[in-house]
Protein backbone atom coordinates (compact mmCIF):
# COMPACT_ATOMS: atom_id res chain seq x y z
CA UNK A 1 0.00 0.00 0.00
CA UNK A 2 1.22 3.31 -0.97
CA UNK A 3 1.44 5.74 2.00
CA UNK A 4 2.81 9.26 2.63
CA UNK A 5 5.16 9.26 5.90
CA UNK A 6 4.74 13.29 6.88
CA UNK A 7 7.76 12.66 9.22
CA UNK A 8 10.07 11.66 6.96
CA UNK A 9 8.74 14.45 4.83
CA UNK A 10 9.33 17.64 7.58
CA UNK A 11 12.17 16.25 9.14
CA UNK A 12 14.10 14.88 5.97
CA UNK A 13 16.58 13.49 6.75
CA UNK A 14 16.87 13.39 10.35
CA UNK A 15 13.43 11.16 10.84
CA UNK A 16 15.62 8.33 8.77
CA UNK A 17 18.33 8.30 11.67
CA UNK A 18 15.65 8.28 14.58
CA UNK A 19 14.28 5.44 12.96
CA UNK A 20 17.33 3.46 12.64
CA UNK A 21 17.69 4.30 8.96
CA UNK A 22 21.18 4.94 8.70
CA UNK A 23 22.44 4.36 5.01
CA UNK A 24 19.20 5.78 3.75
CA UNK A 25 19.48 8.77 6.55
CA UNK A 26 23.27 9.70 5.35
CA UNK A 27 22.74 9.38 1.35
CA UNK A 28 19.57 12.13 2.19
CA UNK A 29 22.22 14.30 4.48
CA UNK A 30 24.54 14.10 2.01
CA UNK A 31 22.28 15.26 -0.88
CA UNK A 32 20.95 18.03 1.44
CA UNK A 33 24.23 19.12 2.29
CA UNK A 34 25.54 19.23 -0.97
CA UNK A 35 22.91 21.08 -2.27
CA UNK A 36 23.25 23.87 0.49
CA UNK A 37 26.61 23.81 -0.29
CA UNK A 38 26.27 24.52 -3.90
CA UNK A 39 23.51 26.84 -3.23
CA UNK A 40 25.63 28.84 -0.75
CA UNK A 41 27.55 31.10 -3.46
CA UNK A 42 24.82 32.46 -5.04
CA UNK A 43 22.65 32.48 -1.93
CA UNK A 44 25.29 35.50 -0.35
CA UNK A 45 25.53 37.54 -3.95
CA UNK A 46 21.59 37.32 -3.73
CA UNK A 47 21.45 38.96 -0.30
CA UNK A 48 24.20 41.25 -1.30
CA UNK A 49 22.12 42.29 -4.18
CA UNK A 50 19.11 42.58 -2.07
CA UNK A 51 20.99 44.48 1.02
CA UNK A 52 22.17 47.58 -1.94
CA UNK A 53 18.52 47.60 -3.16
CA UNK A 54 17.34 47.95 0.06
CA UNK A 55 19.69 50.51 1.18
CA UNK A 56 19.07 52.43 -1.80
CA UNK A 57 15.30 52.38 -1.20
CA UNK A 58 13.35 49.63 -2.95
CA UNK A 59 11.05 52.76 -4.40
CA UNK A 60 14.30 54.05 -6.60
CA UNK A 61 14.44 50.21 -7.92
CA UNK A 62 16.28 50.28 -11.56
CA UNK A 63 15.11 47.83 -14.24
CA UNK A 64 18.58 46.45 -14.45
CA UNK A 65 18.82 46.39 -10.81
CA UNK A 66 15.74 44.58 -10.67
CA UNK A 67 16.78 42.42 -13.81
CA UNK A 68 19.59 41.29 -11.93
CA UNK A 69 17.66 40.67 -9.11
CA UNK A 70 15.39 38.47 -10.83
CA UNK A 71 18.23 36.51 -11.88
CA UNK A 72 19.70 35.84 -9.23
CA UNK A 73 16.62 34.35 -7.56
CA UNK A 74 16.53 31.66 -9.87
CA UNK A 75 19.10 29.24 -8.42
CA UNK A 76 17.36 29.83 -4.85
CA UNK A 77 14.14 28.87 -6.10
CA UNK A 78 16.18 25.98 -8.02
CA UNK A 79 17.25 25.15 -4.41
CA UNK A 80 13.90 24.98 -3.01
CA UNK A 81 12.58 23.33 -6.02
CA UNK A 82 15.22 20.28 -5.38
CA UNK A 83 14.62 20.10 -1.54
CA UNK A 84 10.96 20.17 -2.41
CA UNK A 85 11.68 16.44 -4.31
CA UNK A 86 13.84 15.13 -2.37
CA UNK A 87 11.29 15.31 0.57
CA UNK A 88 8.75 14.02 -1.36
CA UNK A 89 10.84 11.68 -2.18
CA UNK A 90 11.28 10.62 1.72
CA UNK A 91 7.75 11.04 2.34
CA UNK A 92 6.74 8.62 -0.22
CA UNK A 93 9.78 6.12 0.54
CA UNK A 94 10.17 6.45 4.49
CA UNK A 95 6.85 4.16 5.14
CA UNK A 96 8.25 1.27 2.89
CA UNK A 97 12.08 1.74 4.07
CA UNK A 98 11.33 1.53 7.74
CA UNK A 99 8.99 -1.49 7.35
CA UNK A 100 11.82 -3.60 5.30
CA UNK A 101 14.19 -2.61 8.24
CA UNK A 102 11.79 -4.18 10.60
CA UNK A 103 10.70 -7.11 8.36
CA UNK A 104 14.34 -7.75 8.37
CA UNK A 105 14.84 -6.92 12.13
CA UNK A 106 12.08 -10.18 12.44
CA UNK A 107 14.12 -12.13 10.48
CA UNK A 108 17.06 -11.84 12.20
CA UNK A 109 15.05 -12.29 15.25
CA UNK A 110 13.72 -15.25 14.36
CA UNK A 111 17.22 -16.54 13.14
CA UNK A 112 18.30 -15.55 16.57
CA UNK A 113 15.96 -17.88 18.57
CA UNK A 114 17.69 -20.99 17.23
CA UNK A 115 21.04 -20.15 19.04
CA UNK A 116 20.61 -17.55 21.25
CA UNK A 117 20.24 -17.35 25.09
CA UNK A 118 17.03 -15.04 26.12
CA UNK A 119 19.23 -12.30 27.49
CA UNK A 120 21.09 -11.71 24.29
CA UNK A 121 17.84 -12.11 22.04
CA UNK A 122 16.25 -9.79 24.40
CA UNK A 123 18.79 -6.97 24.67
CA UNK A 124 18.78 -7.29 20.21
CA UNK A 125 14.83 -7.25 20.28
CA UNK A 126 15.38 -3.89 22.37
CA UNK A 127 17.95 -2.39 20.42
CA UNK A 128 16.36 -3.00 17.22
CA UNK A 129 13.04 -1.68 17.86
CA UNK A 130 13.87 1.36 19.71
CA UNK A 131 14.77 4.49 18.69
CA UNK A 132 18.33 6.06 17.85
CA UNK A 133 17.93 8.96 19.88
CA UNK A 134 22.08 9.64 19.90
CA UNK A 135 21.84 9.22 16.36
CA UNK A 136 19.30 11.58 15.68
CA UNK A 137 21.18 14.39 17.64
CA UNK A 138 24.24 13.69 16.13
CA UNK A 139 22.03 14.34 12.65
CA UNK A 140 20.64 17.29 13.91
CA UNK A 141 23.66 18.96 14.67
CA UNK A 142 24.97 18.37 11.01
CA UNK A 143 21.88 18.91 9.00
CA UNK A 144 21.90 22.07 11.18
CA UNK A 145 25.27 23.52 12.23
CA UNK A 146 27.44 21.83 9.60
CA UNK A 147 26.91 24.03 6.67
CA UNK A 148 27.23 26.85 8.47
CA UNK A 149 31.15 25.70 9.60
CA UNK A 150 31.80 24.45 6.41
CA UNK A 151 30.61 27.29 4.55
CA UNK A 152 32.64 29.42 7.07
CA UNK A 153 36.07 27.26 6.43
CA UNK A 154 35.99 27.61 2.54
CA UNK A 155 35.03 31.19 2.71
CA UNK A 156 38.14 31.98 4.72
CA UNK A 157 40.46 29.94 2.07
Known amino acids: ?11 CPIW ?4 RLYKQGIIFLALTLSITMLMAAPYESYMTLLDSIMASGVENITDAQYNELMAAT ?3 MLYGFINLILKLIAGFTGDKMYHKYCENSLTEIENLKRTADNTTLLHFYLKRSSTAFLATLLAM ?4 FLPNILMSLFMTV
Request: charged letters at 10%; hydrophobic letters at 60%; aromatic letters at 46%.
Open 1 to 11: KNTFNFGAFFF
Open 16 to 19: FFFR
Open 74 to 76: API
Open 141 to 144: AAYY
